[in-house]
């Protein structure tokens, strides 16, 4: 049995093939009455029709895909992101092809050479650092590009991000609030925005709250990853530093200092209070419950999405970036200061 066809579809609905795949393209489907679409519809459904993007894409030159690059595909932060990017796509008839970078520049540039050759109409891309020569050499071809989660200087690069600075200030005021005075921050890579964003923004808390502003409190960790939030609390602890609660920058770092509570004996928030940056799936089931920074991280998909589809119907139009606003979500692993 032949596979149907569009005029096959068309004929079932009683419409000019033209009419049929404006109805069936969701990005031409407004210039079709709603009745006729959904008879066409309709008749896609019963007759098993499915387009084919091949042929679509021969004929327009349009790929309709979209290339999506996070730098850790095991970070719980991104399938939310991964979905509202999705779903924005879907709806006007795009595919994102989602790869992961492992953060190796290497193996990131390797993939996005590969997408280029399936003639991704744009990339969106998550593994940003701030000297970034890869994202620098695709705006000089002018490749359309969308940042998420992170940002670059000196590149005029459309971006959407989270308020990292609001977020910081919450989880400061929180337990300056609880009567903590000297906080740790445990911090990510200075290598990119967030990293260096939250970190700033952790030193200019301390000193608007007249809190110890101690060097030997902020410490960065060459990572996102649980084990190197372990390793920075290890050397907090062996070098003998004093604090009460820290700040960590990001979940996965905050999920490290609690394996090293397990370790050394240090109950959590009885010795020290954590506050983690996120607020990721499943923070709720750990013991204590995680206090965390809530990202819209969904939020953060949906307009990556929008902002790249509007970028490829207006090229030339001036890149902006969008600043999503953060709250604090209070749990059990923060409370009042011991004495």
């Not at 098993?48 to 979209?66: D, E, H, Q």
């Not at 540039?109 to 991704?120: D, G, H, I």
């Not at 971006?159 to 600075?165: F, L």
């Not at 530093?241 to 490290?256: E, P």
Request: hydrophobic share 40%; aromatic share 4%; net charge neutral.
């Amino acid at each position: 049995m032949r596979e149907p066809t569009l005029r096959d579809v068309a004929d079932a609905a009683g419409v000019h093939t033209g009419t049929a795949s404006r109805a069936l393209n969701p990005e031409k489907r407004y210039q079709v009455n709603a009745e006729t679409v959904r008879r066409v519809l309709k008749a896609a459904q019963s007759l098993g029709y499915t387009p084919n993007p091949i042929a679509r894409s021969l004929k327009t030159a349009r790929s309709r895909t979209v290339g999506v690059i996070i730098p850790d595909l095991t970070n719980p932060l991104f399938p939310p992101i991964v979905r509202g990017i999705d779903e924005v796509l879907g709806s006007h008839g795009y595919s994102a092809w989602i790869v992961s970078t492992d953060n190796d520049p290497e193996r990131e540039k390797r993939l996005v050479e590969s997408l280029r050759s399936r003639q991704v109409e744009g990339l969106i891309i998550a593994t940003a650092q701030l000297e970034h020569p890869l994202l620098s050499t695709l705006h000089q071809k002018g490749v359309k590009v969308v940042l998420v989660n992170r940002g670059v200087e000196k590149l005029e690069i459309p971006s959407v991000t989270p308020d990292d600075a609001a977020g910081v200030i919450l989880a400061v005021d929180h337990l300056a609030e609880l009567g903590h005075t000297r906080i740790a921050h445990i911090g990510g890579p200075q290598t990119t925005s967030t990293g260096t964003s939250r970190a700033r923004a952790y030193r200019h808390a301390i000193r608007d709250r007249r809190l110890d502003d101690d060097p030997s409190l902020l410490i960065e960790c060459s990572d996102w990853k649980e084990r190197d939030g372990a390793a920075a609390l290890r050397s907090l602890l062996d070098r003998n530093v004093k604090f009460t609660a820290i700040v960590a920058g990001n979940d996965l770092l905050a999920l490290g200092c609690y394996d090293v509570f397990a370790e050394r004996g240090i109950q959590c928030p009885d010795d020290i209070s954590v506050v983690g940056f996120n607020d990721m799936p499943f923070l709720d089931k750990f013991r204590p419950p995680m206090t965390s920074v809530r990202v819209p991280q969904f939020d953060v998909g949906v307009e990556a999405g929008r902002m790249l589809l509007d970028l490829l119907k207006e090229p030339n139009r001036h890149p902006r970036s969008i600043l999503l606003p953060v709250s604090l979500v209070v749990r059990g692993s923060t409370a009042t200061a011991p004495r």
